[in-house]
């Protein structure tokens, strides 16, 4: 027996000599991507133990640093500029607005016009239509025109803010500035309006009424036959902000809601209803959010909930909410406290990051149940962190980035949801892994006591409670220890059973493959003729709710009033010898080609003083090539005639009067119905002033609008193209493999191409709203496929198959979990009465279902495909392969009393060690310094060969 044991003693130390060396080799030869994760994974098992450990602490110190950063909401303010928000921050307009709000100030009191305005005055507005449609040509419809007009002043006088004080005036009249309409109802009465045709749509006395009647059908080329709209204006002397300017709007709407008319429909408008109306809609979709809440919150609860009540974590899933709304209130609370204000659009944000932290509970969750119920609790701990931490982690800091580099930005309202929700992001993340990873540890001392996870009192297994009543099997049963030690074996979630032997095999077939890369080509082919058909802007019928009474002007305005656009002005912001032949023939041809492009139909409705001023010249001086001074000489004149009288506040004279130091002249626009032709008049007049030699710029109090539709595609793809570089960065650091960090990226774009294409077709165009959401497509898209390629690296399948199976088995169900808790909650807010909730909903829909596509059924088939190959073990020509190292020919060891074979499942992990030393799971391990040897089995065993040390 001493020579049998010594013979196979020496046949033992070798095979652990070999082991050995077999076990330092791949420690050395380990990929870069191996070695990262292992020491990330390795750093967050010391760190799960850390934690299980100081449970309380950790609960306790996030909780109170949370509620105390949300102090900072008693700073809250809010942006309600709908300017500043939903236009760019270096728009050229703006400038352009400053330079001519300086060279040609307007004094609302004194001096004012409507078509001259550079920053607009405090407005109401109204569109007239027949109830029974038609047209509004005649008297008793007129007449109520006239009605409504005494009306509304007597309503704002009663209100304390009259109408006749606070109008805005002008110096050819005596009174207030007067609707052209209006004035021509009072000055020949409703019937001789009706009787008597007049010029459209330059009037007699040269008053451009284009706006003042819409629908019109025309006599001949030029005189009104009939018309279906009227537009009444009214204009006050206040500015925007002034308190007096708001009291007024508001009785205006109050005189339009109030007045009873049998026979005109009224749609009122004023300075302050897109704002108004913009921020009533937000208030109107909170209950929608409310109950998006309570969706997302009952089914995360319910998805993590089990009829094994022990087991069952219903109150982690209420915990986890509870970290992620704790994340929101520090994000609000801080930024609120240094300042960042809080627009409607940042109101999206919570569902969005409820969708975040519930998937990063689902994930440690996922990896809590994976763990071995014989282990200790910091045991597990530690095991969950060091599986589940490193995935959250990428995930949350691509969300983190993705969102961070949305802050580069020229519109307001997307940084500052970009710049809350990154720093919601970033506590999210912070309290996953103290606060939820402590309540986890926590709820995992329960899980060891096996105490009901509701009741919290000490129950039976099921195997122990088959005695009990089937009530008490039901509802309070559970765990699988009795008085301190393990009876049964934990249940696999039905789930994972599912996708582990149907859904990952049936995917793996070669048929549903093919199937699956036909579906995926044609998605794509799709998503890139749908991003060529995208269409850029954000409307402003866009910003309100459907049923709001500003849509209902907007949408008249557009119905009626669409054949003429804006009246643009043209500056010339700098001095010019205006009497230089020379130059009168390069402004001509200026106008002219600007008349010439398709924006401008009627080139009649030009309007330059210069122009008047040469054809007036020779009825003064004989001929109209004049020296400079002859030039300034009759200019005082020209202005003093009435038929020219309006040109006065066209010219900026020097202080000595024999310098123009700045002109404009005005073109009348044509057919602004489309987002596009509207973008394009802006460029194609910007590029035209361009070209003149001296500075001069075309501009409206509507071009701010219209700069975002020239910045936002630009803007767009400058954060997606800086998010992707960013994106592959942290793939390559977080997993550096080339074919995964390639897989995910490409992944990435064809989430970006799919979102951006699909939404055209489901008529969202590319604006401040979905450019958000492009921004957030990023960051999911990342989740979804990170999630699969971290678990697919980290599984130790033989094969791509098993691999990707595995893959599927570990983070499959929590992925499924994620995605439709999302897209539950999002539900709610695709009935939302608004554009922008709509959009969210739209976008967002199309990124978490894209995303959840992808990673649940493209991903798995293409790693499968090309995913890296398990790592082989290398053969030594003179020992063997680590196989046959590893596998020694037990029949020729074992005796009787020798060595015992013991097979175990592997979720058991059941190893003797000696007090110093612990198995390296999968490793290798010396016989010398172990009483047993750890074999990798089956796909659900592992042999376990116990070998007395003694006998060793």
């Known amino acids: 027996m001493e020579a049998y044991i010594t013979r196979h003693k020496t046949a033992v130390k070798l095979y652990s000599c070999y082991t050995m060396m077999g076990r330092i080799r791949d420690c050395c030869c380990d990929s870069q991507s191996e070695s990262c994760n292992r020491r990330l994974s390795g750093w967050f098992a010391s760190y799960g133990r850390f934690v299980a450990r100081h449970s309380r602490l950790f609960v306790a110190v996030p909780l109170v640093f949370g509620l105390l950063l949300g102090l900072g909401l008693v700073r809250l303010t809010f942006d309600t500029n709908m300017e500043h928000l939903f236009t760019p921050t270096d728009s050229q307009a703006k400038e352009d607005r400053d330079v001519a709000a300086r060279l040609f100030p307007m004094n609302a009191a004194e001096n004012f016009s409507a078509s001259k305005q550079i920053r607009p005055v405090t407005f109401g507005q109204i569109i007239f239509?027949?109830?029974?449609?038609?047209?509004?040509?005649?008297?008793?419809?007129?007449?109520?025109?006239?009605?409504?007009?005494?009306?509304?002043?007597?309503?704002?006088?009663?209100?304390?803010?009259?109408?006749?004080?606070?109008?805005?005036?002008?110096?050819?009249?005596?009174?207030?500035?007067?609707?052209?309409?209006?004035?021509?109802?009072?000055?020949?009465?409703?019937?001789?309006?009706?009787?008597?045709?007049?010029?459209?749509?330059?009037?007699?006395?040269?008053?451009?009424?284009?706006?003042?009647?819409?629908?019109?059908?025309?006599?001949?080329?030029?005189?009104?036959?009939?018309?279906?709209?009227?537009?009444?204006?009214?204009?006050l002397q206040l500015p925007e902000g002034d308190s007096s300017a708001r009291q007024w709007t508001e009785a205006f709407l109050h005189s339009a809601f109030s007045f009873d008319s049998q026979l005109l429909h009224l749609a009122p408008y004023t300075t302050h209803s897109l704002e108004e109306e913009f921020h009533k809609n937000g208030h109107d979709v909170v209950p929608l959010f409310v109950i998006a809440f309570t969706i997302m919150i009952l089914f995360a609860v319910g998805t993590v909930a089990l009829t094994d009540w022990v087991r069952s974590k219903p109150l982690i899933g209420l915990l986890g909410v509870c970290s992620t709304f704790l994340a929101m209130l520090s994000s609000v609370g801080l930024l609120s406290a240094i300042g960042v204000k809080f627009s409607i659009v940042v109101g999206m944000m919570p569902v969005l990051l409820l969708?975040?932290?519930?998937?990063?509970?689902?994930?440690?969750?996922?990896?809590?149940?994976?763990?071995?119920?014989?282990?200790?609790?910091?045991?597990?701990?530690?095991?969950?962190?060091?599986?589940?931490?490193?995935?959250?982690?990428?995930?949350?800091?691509?969300?983190?980035?993705?969102?961070?580099?949305?802050?580069?930005?020229?519109?307001?309202?997307v940084f500052g949801f970009c710049l809350y929700t990154a720093v919601a992001v970033l506590f999210d993340y912070i309290y996953q892994?103290?606060?939820?990873?402590?309540?986890?540890?926590?709820?995992?001392?329960?899980?060891?006591?096996?105490?009901?996870?509701?009741?919290?009192?000490?129950?039976?297994?099921?195997?122990?409670?088959?005695?009990?009543?089937?009530?008490?099997?039901?509802?309070?049963?559970?765990?699988?220890?009795?008085?301190?030690?393990?009876?049964?074996?934990?249940?696999?979630?039905?789930?994972?059973?599912?996708?582990?032997?149907?859904?990952?095999?049936?995917?793996?077939?070669?048929?549903?493959?093919?199937?699956?890369?036909?579906?995926?080509?044609?998605?794509?082919?799709?998503?890139?003729?749908?991003?060529?058909?995208?269409?850029?802007?954000?409307?402003?019928?866009?910003?309100?709710?459907?049923?709001?009474?500003?849509?209902?002007?907007?949408?008249?305005?557009d119905a009626y009033f669409a054949n003429y656009g804006p009246r643009v002005t043209f500056v010339i912001s700098e001095p010019l010898n205006y009497w230089d032949a020379s130059v009168q023939s390069s402004l001509q041809n200026l106008v002219k080609k600007i008349e010439a492009t398709t924006y401008v139909e009627q080139v009649g409705l030009t309007d330059f003083w210069l122009l008047e001023y040469i054809e007036y010249l020779p009825g003064v001086a004989g001929h109209s090539n004049v020296a400079q001074a002859e030039f300034f000489q009759y200019l005082p004149s020209f202005l003093a005639d009435q038929r020219f009288h309006r040109f006065k506040a066209d010219i900026k004279l020097s202080k000595d009067g024999n310098t123009i130091e700045g002109s404009r002249f005005f073109i009348q626009s044509t057919n602004m119905s489309s987002t596009s032709r509207k973008m394009g008049l802006l460029l194609e007049f910007r590029d035209i002033a361009a070209e003149f030699p001296v500075k001069t710029f075309p501009y409206h109090p509507m071009f701010p609008h219209y700069d975002q539709y020239v910045a936002v595609r630009p803007n767009t793809l400058q954060n997606v193209g800086i998010a992707l570089i960013a994106m592959t960065i942290v793939a390559v650091f977080m997993i550096p493999n080339p074919i995964y960090s390639i897989v995910i990226v490409l992944c990435i774009v064809s989430i970006d191409a799919g979102v951006v294409g699909i939404m055209t077709f489901w008529g969202v165009n590319l604006d401040a709203v979905s450019m958000i959401s492009i921004i957030l497509c990023i960051g999911f898209s990342v989740d979804f496929s990170a999630h699969i390629t971290h678990a697919y690296m980290a599984s130790t399948g033989s094969n791509r198959k098993k691999k990707t199976i595995e893959a599927l088995y570990d983070l499959g169900w929590p992925t499924v979990q994620s995605a439709f808790s999302t897209i539950l909650g999002l539900v709610p807010l695709a009935f939302a009465n608004s554009y922008v909730f709509q959009t969210f909903f739209k976008t967002l829909f199309l990124v978490i279902s894209l995303g959840f596509v992808h990673g649940f059924a493209v991903l798995p088939v293409v790693l499968s495909l090309v995913g890296p190959l398990p790592k082989k073990k290398s053969s030594d020509p003179e020992m063997g392969s680590q196989k046959s190292l590893k596998e020694p020919n037990w029949d020729e060891l074992d005796s009787p009393g020798m060595l015992s074979k013991e097979r175990k499942t592997r979720n058991s992990h059941v190893f003797h060690e000696t007090e110093s030393q612990h198995v390296h799971r999968n490793g290798y391990m010396p016989v010398g310094s172990y009483d047993a040897i750890h074999m990798t089995g089956s796909d659900r065993t592992t042999d376990i060969y116990m070998i007395p040390v003694s006998s060793v």
């Open 355 to 413: 969708g975040i932290g519930i998937d990063d509970m689902f994930i440690m969750v996922a990896a809590w149940r994976r763990t071995d119920p014989n282990d200790s609790v910091e045991k597990r701990m530690s095991d969950t962190m060091q599986h589940a931490a490193v995935s959250v982690t990428i995930t949350s800091l691509t969300d983190f980035l993705a969102f961070l580099i949305g802050i580069i930005t020229v519109f307001p309202s």
């Open 129 to 235: 239509t027949a109830k029974t449609g038609g047209s509004m040509m005649r008297g008793s419809f007129l007449d109520e025109i006239l009605l409504f007009d005494q009306h509304m002043k007597n309503q704002t006088a009663a209100a304390g803010v009259p109408f006749e004080q606070l109008c805005a005036r002008s110096s050819t009249t005596d009174g207030c500035y007067e609707d052209l309409f209006l004035s021509y109802l009072r000055n020949q009465g409703t019937r001789k309006l009706v009787q008597r045709s007049f010029a459209y749509p330059v009037a007699q006395n040269r008053s451009f009424v284009g706006f003042s009647v819409g629908d019109v059908s025309l006599r001949g080329d030029r005189f009104v036959q009939d018309y279906s709209a009227v537009q009444i204006h009214y204009f």
């Open 433 to 557: 892994i103290t606060f939820f990873a402590a309540c986890l540890a926590l709820d995992g001392q329960r899980e060891d006591a096996n105490r009901h996870a509701i009741t919290f009192r000490t129950v039976l297994p099921k195997t122990a409670a088959s005695d009990k009543s089937r009530s008490y099997r039901l509802f309070c049963s559970g765990g699988v220890k009795l008085n301190g030690k393990v009876i049964g074996e934990a249940a696999d979630h039905p789930a994972n059973h599912f996708i582990k032997f149907r859904y990952g095999p049936f995917i793996m077939k070669p048929a549903v493959k093919v199937i699956i890369l036909l579906l995926f080509a044609g998605y794509l082919g799709v998503s890139i003729y749908g991003c060529t058909k995208v269409k850029e802007g954000l409307r402003l019928t866009d910003l309100v709710a459907d049923d709001s009474y500003a849509s209902d002007f907007l949408d008249k305005s």
